[in-house]
């Protein structure tokens, strides 16, 4: 476990009782409240495993045990070497150092800290690893099992809370939505379907400008603004953001997230900045995809402008900019109600490590278990069917309950 740079890495934590509530809290978040400081520190030391991680990595990683690891992951003010948030389980390879007293005390305490969040911690010695993996392997299995029956999170269910996400595509002022990104017809105000989605328990709402980048001008901010006031929910805006002092100025407006799309494909730069000045957890990566050619390749301009990038290739490269999660739109299933693209996001789930939020092709409440179930991504998201009043989000969230889905009611 590495520790953030501003607390000493022995001793005592001084975390408070109001620290650990905080924490709690924001359980649904895997990252615990960590700061920008832990965040950049976990990108420098994905770069930088050990021979021992890089052992174990192999066997773990892609859900070769079943579920999603993480490697140099977040939590709270630590970084844990690997992490898996479906079991809330984490694994620690130990050198030489951690024989130390003064060392065992501050080992111990942090995994005090991380069992009060409810995270069950296994530490493994180099060496065991090596003498024997398949041991270790079983260890972190029986491990994995034994989380089977910790206290899930509310609402229900095992593992991370999943996320019903209503989205606002919005268009000279006014809420739409079409099929395959064309023929768009009117859905409402925005500002007053922000209000009902909030009232009804969404998790999170997401606001697209969707003709702010074809039109070339920054997004909305009054409307922005507008909407906000309506939530106590996560807010996440997206459309026309190309610089630093965009993103500024929606986080300005009321905006917990950032969503970029095609100004990231012409400067990938642009999410290594925000993640910098932000932190990742504040950057959604949007990406439209059809399937062309026998390929997933990326479109931009709201879907009017294919590109040569292959989607999961794209992904990958942002997730290693610094993206801290992904949009993923099928413009194959956009507004069709036939379900969501679950092939495809199990692949792209399978490659990555930062949440996914599946979206395009929502029709019915089975559509929504399917692709938790079978794509096992973080969130769904989803316009017509709420807009329309075709799915009720409490109804949804019992249909996902019943069916064991965690989600929070």
């Not at 970029?260 to 949007?286: C, H, T």
């Not at 692949?347 to 692709?371: C, D, L, W, Y």
Request: net charge neutral; proline share 3%.
């Amino acid at each position: 476990m590495k520790d953030r740079k501003e607390k000493p890495p022995l001793g005592s934590w001084d975390l408070t009782k109001n620290d650990l509530d905080f924490l709690q809290v924001n359980e649904p978040n895997m990252f615990y409240g960590a700061s920008n400081i832990i965040f950049e520190n976990a990108k420098q030391l994905r770069n930088t495993l050990t021979d021992s991680e890089s052992l174990l990595w192999e066997h773990i990683k892609e859900k070769k045990l079943g579920v999603k690891f993480r490697r140099q992951h977040p939590i709270s003010f630590f970084i844990a070497d690997f992490y898996c948030h479906e079991k809330k389980l984490v694994i620690e390879l130990d050198g030489g150092i951690h024989n130390k007293p003064e060392a065992k005390i501050s080992d111990d305490e942090r995994t005090a800290i991380l069992n009060s969040l409810g995270i069950k911690v296994i530490r493994f010695k180099n060496n065991e690893l090596h003498k024997n993996l398949n041991q270790v392997l079983d260890k972190i299995k029986e491990a994995m099992h034994a989380q089977q029956f910790a206290v899930p999170p509310l609402g229900g269910g095992g593992g991370l809370s999943k996320r019903i996400i209503p989205c606002l595509d919005v268009k000279d002022g006014r809420t739409v939505k079409g099929v395959n990104f064309v023929d768009l017809r009117d859905a409402g105000d925005p500002v007053e379907l922000a209000a009902q989605y909030a009232q009804q328990g969404a998790d999170e709402l997401v606001f697209l400008d969707i003709t702010a980048t074809h039109e070339r001008r920054k997004t909305m901010i009054e409307m922005v603004k507008s909407v906000a006031r309506q939530l106590n929910i996560p807010f996440t805006i997206g459309g026309g953001i190309t610089e630093i002092a965009d993103a500024e100025a929606l986080l300005n407006a009321g905006a917990d997230k950032i969503s970029i799309n095609s100004a990231a494909v012409r400067n990938p730069k642009l999410i290594e900045d925000l993640a910098k000045a932000f932190g990742v957890q504040f950057v959604v990566l949007a990406v439209d995809t059809k399937y062309v050619g026998g390929k997933n390749m990326v479109h931009l301009n709201g879907g009017r402008l294919i590109t040569e990038l292959e989607t999961e290739n794209w992904i990958k490269q942002a997730e290693d900019l610094g993206a801290g999660e992904i949009l993923l739109t099928s413009m194959d299933h956009d507004g069709t109600k036939a379900g969501f693209d679950c092939r495809l996001l199990h692949k792209v789930n399978q490659m990555i490590n930062i949440p996914i939020i599946a979206s395009g092709g929502a029709g019915n409440m089975e559509h929504f278990t399917e692709v938790f179930q079978k794509a096992n991504v973080d969130a769904a998201l989803a316009a017509s069917v709420f807009h329309y009043g075709e799915i009720l989000i409490p109804d949804l969230k019992q249909e996902l309950k019943r069916n064991n889905i965690p989600v929070r009611i």
